[in-house]
């Protein structure tokens, strides 16, 4: 479900401290219920055994099979174009004690590359020709004592280009994407066996 931006940005998020030049661009909601306060990592576990993006349902595999199609053709994802090239890396940003929390070079088949993982919150990036984005997920309560998965999606885009890009694809995100991503993770949730190994590193 789609949710209001101030879904994300009045939650005390440490991904704030580091994205006060992007915008946020997207906060959509997952429901898991029975969910409590300590089963982020359950959660993200879950997703990962489902396929996390690298299995993706027919619709959205075909739009990402056409946009980095279309990105091959018009240069979009050439690697000067991305993290480390055009722009930094957000993680290069961070304090010790966030990127401890995960290895930066396991994606598991997602074209983001992780920059942190904690008991609440989680954060990945990605940088092509046409944006700087980063993908947050946290761990929220709910009004009905559960809680459940959001995610937003932050954006810095490259110049007219990456406004244009951004307003273009809005209406495949809203939906067909995350509508996809919904039923995926909201399944994997519900069919969920596996615990997670161990613990992220506890918020500060």
């Not at 969910?35 to 993706?56: C, E, I, S, V, Y």
């Not at 930094?88 to 994606?107: C, G, Q, W, Y």
Request: charged fraction near 25%; hydrophobic fraction near 40%.
């Amino acid at each position: 479900m789609r949710l209001a931006r101030t879904a994300h940005t009045e939650r005390p998020w440490r991904i704030h401290e580091f994205t006060r030049d992007f915008r946020v661009e997207d906060v959509w909601s997952y429901r898991t219920p029975g969910a409590g306060p300590a089963d982020f990592p359950t959660m993200l576990t879950a997703m990962r055994n489902r396929g996390g993006f690298g299995k993706q349902a027919a619709p959205a595999r075909f739009l990402f099979a056409v946009r980095w199609k279309l990105g091959a053709l018009l240069g979009w994802d050439e690697a000067t174009a991305s993290l480390g090239e055009r722009v930094r890396p957000l993680r290069d940003r961070l304090p010790e004690d966030l990127t401890e929390t995960v290895d930066a070079s396991k994606a598991g088949g997602s074209p983001f590359t992780p920059m942190y993982e904690l008991a609440d919150e989680a954060a990945q990036e990605l940088a092509n020709k046409t944006c700087h984005a980063v993908m947050h997920l946290g761990w929220v309560p709910t009004d009905d004592g559960d809680h459940e998965l959001h995610m937003a999606v932050l954006v810095k885009p490259n110049g007219r280009l990456g406004r244009l890009y951004m307003a273009a694809i809005a209406p495949f995100r809203h939906l067909i994407v995350y509508p996809a991503l919904t039923r995926q993770w909201e399944r994997a949730w519900r069919e969920r066996t596996t615990p997670h190994p161990e613990s992220p590193a506890p918020r500060p």
